[in-house]
């Protein structure tokens, strides 16, 4: 039957289980250090715990499942339709009470994430009818908040610049910033583990499911942003995620949707990819993401790395001394598919070494999978006991157990306050690069050209921010006192679009153009071309990719920002305009499109005023 009501705001455990398990965390909070296990007085108390669990209740301690709805209790009808299709449940309520999942994971299209009140309260009424149930526990709330180009939580919550973007800033206070403040305002919500940030170090410029997701191409650079975002994260009290082990940088392939190879040596892997990791653990990174990619040279068995006991146990565990939580990403991914049935994965995760099973694509299979496989002698109940007291301490770490709720009323004091905002803004304006600026074009000068057109690509804004670029670009322009027109030709525009804009460039001073992951021969290369062709100044700004300057060669000026949400778009229009200089460098080598052995730009190149 369909439960009523709405999640209160205050800590409603009922005071018996709370004491226990008040006194459980309070000596458990410093079990581990640096990731690595250490023995504590806590871990008899938390095994104490785990011994008075049913079978059923252990299994579900170890998924992390997706589920529809603002609240835990009354979502709207759509949300209770797509749940009883997916998970055979109303509500996450019901979910928590079925399954007795240890984790739940917010995504902005299942409508976890409205407004932060109102994720505050989602949290806290998950909390509560997991409290509810015998021998209940708290849920370790996550979420994908990259920042940049991957965000779960958008407006009015504080969006920074993403990952390559802080790669281009080199400022490892500023990645630690963005940790402590978007750690703080996830806390505040009531999510407490954060699928970031991206440790792959992104070497190939094709690499479709990464890209600006990570710091940059220079392993050691971006091993000193990822560690201090670690550290922002978890001073904030959330636990950080280093992903995609054993690194996701070097593919051409979406693993969403295929099976990426990885072709490194080990030696390359050990210079290249495991530096961040490497890094993470030392900063004492609270989660590991596994990635769904074959690295034969890790293992030539031909499974994906989330499911290598050699990857996971014997490298990341055994190797590089890693105790603790190792998280899979989702599992209804096809780069985790191909090889075996849903079925299966969830059992060979857990031999391989992985403690939470992230987003099945169904949790009633993969869930009776994992209760089979130890009925029937494959998994022991022992190994399960492993991963359920590895997350009960990150949950007695973070304060779980102690304090499940959050102060929903109260969120306003800490979620997208000005002072945080400011912090975004100043941090952008840090990162946006001029690659190139022949003659001096920039900075434009609003007396010497006062009419702007502002065209391009339109992509959906990431995040929940504003969009689209094209307009937020035209309205930042207009309040730094130029006129800018607004007229968006999008990703691939057509003869005819892009004749509209080179009629309307005629009548302007100059034109900004977006681009966004531009290819020889594209619309979008025609557009630019074409306005270029009308002898005004053109400047192009690149909102996703740097690599598009390399197929733009008559352009006279080229920034890029590496993501078009607001925050790094309204700091592109000061540095057009001149308000504050181009401080950013390349975090990545942009190849010559002709031949791309040979780069065009290096790392750290960038121009200023």
Same mark, same amino acid.
């Given at each position: 039957?369909?439960?009523?009501?709405?999640?209160?705001?205050?800590?409603?455990?009922?005071?018996?289980?709370?004491?226990?398990?008040?006194?459980?965390?309070?000596?458990? %909070?410093?079990?581990? !250090? @640096?990731?690595? *296990?250490?023995?504590? #007085? +806590?871990?008899?108390?938390?095994? /104490?715990?785990? =011994?008075?669990?049913?079978?059923?209740?252990?299994?579900?301690?170890?998924?992390?499942?997706?589920?529809?709805?603002?609240?835990?209790?009354?979502?709207?009808?759509?949300?209770?339709?797509?749940?009883?299709?997916?998970?055979?449940?109303?509500?996450?309520?019901?979910?928590?009470?079925?399954?007795?999942?240890?984790?739940?994971?917010?995504?902005?299209?299942?409508?976890?994430?409205?407004?932060?009140?109102?994720?505050?309260?989602?949290?806290?009424?998950?909390?509560?009818?997991?409290?509810?149930?015998?021998?209940?526990?708290?849920?370790?709330?996550?979420?994908?908040?990259?920042?940049? %180009?991957?965000?779960? !939580? @958008?407006?009015? *919550?504080?969006?920074? #610049? +993403?990952?390559?973007?802080?790669? /281009?800033?080199? =400022?490892?206070?500023?990645?630690?910033?963005?940790?402590?403040?978007?750690?703080?305002?996830?806390?505040?919500?009531?999510?407490?583990?954060?699928?970031?940030?991206?440790?792959?170090?992104?070497?190939?410029?094709?690499?479709?499911?990464?890209?600006?997701?990570?710091?940059?191409?220079?392993?050691?650079?971006?091993?000193?942003?990822?560690?201090?975002?670690?550290?922002?994260?978890?001073?904030?009290?959330?636990?950080?995620?280093?992903?995609?082990?054993?690194?996701?940088?070097?593919?051409?392939?979406?693993?969403?949707?295929?099976?990426?190879?990885?072709?490194?040596?080990?030696?390359?892997?050990?210079?290249?990819?495991?530096?961040?990791?490497?890094?993470?653990?030392?900063?004492?990174?609270?989660?590991?993401?596994?990635?769904?990619?074959?690295?034969?040279?890790?293992?030539?068995?031909?499974?994906?790395?989330?499911?290598?006991?050699?990857?996971?146990?014997?490298?990341?565990?055994?190797?590089?001394?890693?105790?603790?939580?190792?998280?899979?990403?989702?599992?209804?991914?096809?780069?985790?598919?191909?090889?075996?049935?849903?079925?299966?994965?969830?059992?060979?995760?857990?031999?391989?070494?992985?403690?939470?099973?992230?987003?099945?694509?169904?949790?009633?299979?993969?869930?009776?999978?994992?209760?089979?496989?130890?009925?029937?002698?494959?998994?022991?109940?022992?190994?399960?006991?492993?991963?359920?007291?590895?997350?009960?301490?990150?949950?007695?770490?973070?304060?779980?157990?102690?304090?499940?709720?959050?102060?929903?009323?109260?969120?306003?004091?800490?979620?997208?306050?000005?002072?945080?905002?400011?912090?975004?803004?100043?941090?952008?304006?840090?990162?946006?690069?001029?690659?190139?600026?022949?003659?001096?074009?920039?900075?434009?000068?609003?007396?010497?050209?006062?009419?702007?057109?502002?065209?391009?690509?339109?992509?959906?804004?990431?995040?929940?921010?504003?969009?689209?670029?094209?307009?937020?670009?035209?309205?930042?322009?207009?309040?730094?006192?130029?006129?800018?027109?607004?007229?968006?030709?999008?990703?691939?525009?057509?003869?005819?679009?892009?004749?509209?804009?080179?009629?309307?460039?005629?009548?302007?001073?100059?034109?900004?153009?977006?681009?966004?992951?531009?290819?020889?021969?594209?619309?979008?290369?025609?557009?630019?071309?074409?306005?270029?062709?009308?002898?005004?100044?053109?400047?192009?700004?690149?909102?996703?990719?740097?690599?598009?300057?390399?197929?733009?060669?008559?352009?006279?000026?080229?920034?890029?920002?590496?993501?078009?949400?607001?925050?790094?778009?309204?700091?592109?229009?000061?540095?057009?305009?001149?308000?504050?200089?181009?401080?950013?460098?390349?975090?990545?080598?942009?190849?010559?499109?002709?031949?791309?052995?040979?780069?065009?730009?290096?790392?750290?190149?960038?121009?200023?005023?």
């Amino acid at each position: 039957m369909h439960q009523t009501g709405t999640g209160s705001t205050g800590n409603t455990a009922r005071p018996s289980r709370r004491t226990v398990l008040a006194a459980t965390a309070g000596v458990t %909070a410093t079990v581990t !250090v @640096g990731g690595t *296990a250490h023995a504590a #007085p +806590g871990d008899k108390k938390l095994r /104490a715990l785990i =011994s008075g669990m049913t079978l059923e209740e252990k299994v579900g301690q170890l998924f992390v499942m997706r589920v529809y709805g603002h609240s835990a209790t009354a979502p709207d009808q759509a949300d209770i339709d797509a749940n009883l299709k997916e998970i055979g449940v109303r509500t996450a309520a019901e979910l928590v009470a079925r399954y007795r999942v240890g984790g739940i994971i917010y995504f902005t299209w299942a409508h976890n994430t409205r407004d932060p009140r109102q994720i505050a309260e989602l949290s806290n009424g998950i909390q509560r009818a997991s409290l509810q149930q015998p021998r209940g526990l708290p849920v370790l709330i996550a979420t994908d908040q990259e920042h940049g %180009a991957v965000c779960r !939580v @958008g407006k009015p *919550a504080t969006l920074f #610049p +993403g990952a390559m973007a802080i790669g /281009a800033g080199r =400022s490892r206070t500023d990645a630690r910033t963005l940790g402590r403040i978007s750690g703080a305002e996830l806390r505040a919500m009531g999510i407490r583990q954060d699928y970031s940030p991206d440790a792959d170090v992104n070497v190939n410029p094709a690499n479709p499911v990464i890209g600006v997701r990570s710091f940059g191409a220079d392993p050691q650079a971006v091993a000193g942003l990822v560690a201090a975002e670690v550290k922002g994260y978890q001073a904030a009290g959330v636990a950080a995620t280093a992903k995609h082990f054993p690194g996701h940088g070097d593919t051409a392939v979406d693993s969403h949707f295929g099976f990426p190879v990885i072709t490194h040596s080990r030696e390359l892997w050990e210079k290249l990819d495991a530096v961040p990791f490497r890094a993470a653990i030392s900063a004492g990174i609270d989660s590991v993401m596994t990635a769904h990619i074959q690295f034969p040279a890790l293992d030539d068995s031909g499974d994906p790395a989330t499911l290598s006991r050699p990857v996971l146990t014997g490298i990341l565990r055994g190797e590089l001394g890693y105790d603790g939580v190792v998280v899979t990403d989702s599992l209804g991914m096809q780069g985790v598919r191909t090889k075996y049935g849903d079925d299966r994965v969830p059992v060979l995760a857990l031999k391989a070494g992985v403690d939470q099973l992230l987003n099945p694509p169904s949790l009633d299979v993969a869930w009776n999978a994992v209760l089979r496989a130890v009925k029937e002698g494959e998994l022991t109940e022992a190994r399960l006991d492993e991963s359920i007291l590895r997350i009960l301490r990150l949950k007695s770490r973070l304060g779980l157990l102690e304090r499940p709720y959050v102060d929903a009323a109260g969120v306003h004091r800490t979620v997208g306050i000005p002072q945080h905002l400011d912090t975004a803004d100043r941090i952008a304006e840090r990162t946006t690069t001029l690659l190139v600026n022949e003659g001096r074009l920039l900075p434009l000068s609003r007396r010497t050209h006062p009419r702007l057109l502002v065209v391009g690509a339109d992509p959906a804004s990431p995040s929940g921010t504003t969009g689209p670029p094209t307009g937020v670009l035209a309205a930042a322009l207009t309040e730094l006192g130029f006129t800018a027109t607004a007229l968006p030709t999008g990703t691939a525009p057509s003869d005819a679009t892009v004749a509209k804009a080179v009629t309307a460039a005629r009548d302007m001073d100059a034109v900004v153009v977006a681009t966004y992951n531009v290819t020889a021969g594209s619309g979008q290369q025609m557009l630019v071309e074409r306005l270029v062709g009308t002898g005004r100044p053109v400047v192009a700004i690149a909102v996703r990719n740097p690599y598009d300057v390399a197929v733009l060669p008559s352009v006279k000026s080229c920034l890029a920002t590496y993501s078009w949400t607001d925050v790094e778009l309204r700091a592109a229009a000061r540095v057009v305009a001149g308000r504050v200089g181009p401080r950013g460098r390349l975090p990545v080598p942009v190849q010559r499109a002709d031949d791309p052995a040979q780069v065009l730009y290096p790392i750290g190149h960038g121009l200023t005023y």
